[in-house]
Each structure stands twice: as C-alpha cells, then as structure tokens.
C-alpha cells in the first residue's frame, strides 16, 4: 500500500499517553501503569492492544464507567490465595497488584493464585506472566471479556476471547511466553482489518447468522462474532471453546461476576454499565521442583529453534520469540512505526482533550 508510516520513539508514546489520561482526571501513578501495558503491547508488535485502545480507555474514564482513582482492595487471603476487589479501577492498576500480590505469595509458599472482582480492561495477559517471569517463576493470568466468541455449533456469539498467559524463565533474559486468545483471533486483529478496508483470512469470523465471513464489517458494525481458536467444528474448534469456557470458569465462575454473555458487551458508552471483569494470576517458583528449571527450559527452548525448517528464511520460534525480535527492530529503528490513520485519530483525540498531539520522528512508505 501506499499509506506511510510514523516513527514514534517509545518514551513519546509513553508520555502521550499519560498526557491524554491525566487530561481525563487519572492520578499520574496510574497513568503510568496503563502506560507501561500499552506501550509495552506495541513494543511487542501487538499493534490491536497499545495505541489502537487507547481512546476506549480515555472514553471510559471520562464518561465515569472506570474510576481512575480506585484502588484494589483485599477481600480474603491464605497463605496461597488472595481474592481482590479491583473497586472498578483501571485495569492495569489492578492487575499489577494482584500479580505481585501472587508473586510475594509465591515466593513464601512456593505457588500462589489470586483472583479479582471489578476489574476493567488490563492490557495484554502477557504482561503480567512477564512480571513474574522476571523473577524467576513461572507466571499465568487469566481475563473474561466482552461476549464476541460464537461457541461451536451456537449461532450467537456468548463467550469471550478469554486470554491465556503462560510464561517460563529461561537462561539469562530468555523465555517461554505463550499469550494467546481462545478465540480464533482477539478482535483487535479484526479491527485493524476494518481499518485498513482488509479481507478476514479464513477461520476467524461468523456473520450474525453464524456463517463464516471474510467481510470484517460483519463483525465491527454487524453483530457478528469470532470463531473459537480451532476455527470450525470439523478443523477442532470445540477445543478452542472448551478452552474459552475453561479461562470463563476461573474468571467469571470463581470470582462471582458476571460470566459469559451476561458480560457488558463489547464498547457499551451507557456510564452506568460497568464491565466487572474477573482476573486470575499465578506465580509458581520452580525451585519447589527438580533443579536446574532454567537450564533445562533454555535447553528445550533451543532445541525447538534448532529443529530443521520448512523454508531456510522461516527458522522455528517458540512462543514469545517475535515479540522479542519486533522489540529488536524497534530499538534499531529508535521507535514504534504506527499507521498514519492511527496517528491522524490519537491527533484528533489530542485536540478535544487539549493536549500535545504524539511527536512524530519520521514518516516512511511503505
């Protein structure tokens, strides 16, 4: 395409959000952490969950369906458990208390899970398995969403993308770190597909009749929904729904919130809907285990890259891997490229919000 891209150092992304959120009443601490998320989703290469949201999360806080000021609040503990009330406050706030909360926890008793109520949107699930990762141990997390996920032989979407977060210290600063959605795809993915006026690859979504579409317009302005990870019934997508329902059980079930489609659907503007979401986190210390888990993990992660390719130019990843080498290229290239709408949208976000629109270092076509 002809459209070109803009060069944005990640320190600028990182105060543009702040400055948008602080501009909206958000205690500057607590812009910070959202910060931190966002921009580590970009960073990351997951362009859906950075920049892309950011104007739903200044909506939320200006429109009173999150409260920026609120803080966690401890409900009941055990020496392995803790259950939070998130107090409605972003999400990102919540879920980095609740994942050191376990990470403390774990770190005395050797594992620990923590689960919150009245939580809010926080970022991508990897960030949190991250935090523990650093550490030295084994990090999970867990989130519900809005409903958009049509379970296998259903016609309505009922069921969230439901993310799954896994992560495992390596040697050195190497990991392991799966975070995907149980849905085919999250639907960021089919967002930036409507934005670019791109068709959906097979496999992703239905129509609001349950049938397959290539048409993301279905999906965004249509009521359609998200296919399970798996894609249809014959290609295995049961287990991505088994999944899904899996995530719902120890997000929505254990923490006594809303589940499934009594979620608040996807981008409500009524102030009065809050989306209560339930969180879970885990840290586990491998040294409750065998010895050398960091030296095994690296080993078998190498040997997974090793393995002998289908095509020279394509060598094999582990989950986690193109994450690290998109940061690689992002600190060569001394910032995140972003899409020019993307830019020219946050630009006109700046403008009602009165604050410094995002500095751009360069533009590039692409």
Not at 70 to 83: D, M, V
Not at 103 to 121: D, F, M, P, Y
Not at 215 to 237: F, K, R, Y
Request: charged share 20%; glycine share 10%.
């Amino acid at each position: 395409s002809n459209m070109s891209g803009k060069l944005v150092a990640v320190s600028e992304v990182c105060s543009f959000i702040k400055r948008c959120l602080i501009a909206v009443g958000t205690p500057g601490s607590h812009a910070a952490s959202l910060a931190e998320v966002l921009v580590l989703a970009d960073y990351r290469g997951h362009f859906s969950h950075g920049l892309n949201r950011l104007e739903m999360y200044v909506n939320e806080i200006s429109n009173g369906q999150c409260d920026p000021h609120a803080t966690p609040r401890l409900l009941k503990e055990s020496p392995g458990t803790a259950f939070v009330d998130g107090q409605n406050g972003i999400g990102t706030v919540i879920g980095s208390y609740c994942m050191d909360l376990a990470i403390e926890k774990a770190k005395q008793t050797g594992i620990a899970w923590v689960t919150c109520t009245g939580s809010n949107h926080y970022g991508i699930a990897g960030f949190y398995a991250l935090r523990a990762v650093k550490q030295g141990l084994i990090g999970m997390s867990f989130t519900n969403t809005s409903p958009l996920v049509v379970p296998t032989r259903s016609k309505q979407y009922s069921l969230g993308t439901n993310p799954i977060a896994f992560g495992a210290p390596g040697k050195e600063d190497d990991y392991y770190m799966l975070d995907m959605a149980t849905s085919a795809v999250a639907l960021g993915k089919v967002e930036m597909q409507h934005r670019k006026h791109e068709p959906l690859p097979a496999g992703w979504a239905v129509d609001s009749s349950g049938k397959e579409t290539n048409d993301a317009s279905d999906v965004i302005e249509h009521n359609g929904g998200l296919m399970p990870v798996g894609g249809t019934e014959l290609t295995s997508g049961y287990k991505g729904y088994g999944l899904s329902m899996m995530v719902e059980t120890m997000c929505g079930i254990l923490s006594g919130g809303p589940f499934a489609h009594h979620m608040r659907k996807w981008q409500t503007p009524d102030p009065n809907t809050k989306a209560n979401l339930g969180q879970t986190f885990l840290a586990l210390d491998p040294n409750c285990f065998a010895a050398g888990f960091e030296d095994h993990m690296q080993t078998f992660m190498d040997e997974m890259r090793q393995l002998d390719p289908t095509d020279e130019t394509k060598p094999v990843k582990v989950a986690g891997d193109l994450s690290r080498s998109r940061m690689e290229k992002v600190d060569e290239k001394g910032g995140i490229t972003y899409h020019e709408n993307l830019v020219a949208s946050l630009n006109e976000l700046a403008a009602r919000l009165k604050v410094e629109p995002l500095h751009v270092i360069s533009s590039t076509q692409n």
